[in-house]
């Protein structure tokens, strides 16, 4: 049986994943965020590190992202959640692309 999902209905999929993320398989888990990690970094020029198992001092999962120098000057997607983020700026401090934003 075929299903044409609108943008809506997989933003309702996704966050259903998400919301359900403790009683995933470690490893399908992990495949899922690094999908949509690169998704997600396509899309605003950014660079993907790892995805990270929670841990004690971080109980959610987590993805690092690094900015390039294609990556919008407000932050794109991050500039809400990072207010100090100026992307233009650490680069041109003489910080690479692939070393983490701070």
């Known amino acids: ?3 044409i ?8 999929i996704i966050t259903g994943i998400v919301t ?3 009683q995933h398989e470690e490893p399908r888990y992990r495949m899922f965020l690094d ?5 997600i970094g396509g899309y605003h020029c950014l660079a993907i590190g790892a995805v990270m198992t929670p841990a004690e001092d971080l109980p959610q999962w987590t993805v690092a992202f690094r900015a ?3 990556t ?4 794109g997607p991050f500039a809400l959640i990072d207010t100090d983020l100026a992307v233009k700026e650490w680069l041109a401090d003489g910080q690479s692309e692939t070393e983490e934003t701070r």
């Open 20 to 22: 359900d993320a403790p």
């Open 5 to 12: 999902a609108t943008d809506v209905e997989l933003a309702a």
């Open 35 to 39: 999908t949509i990690a690169e998704a």
């Open 1 to 3: 049986m075929a299903k």
């Open 72 to 75: 919008a000057d407000d932050g």
């Open 68 to 70: 390039t120098v294609d």
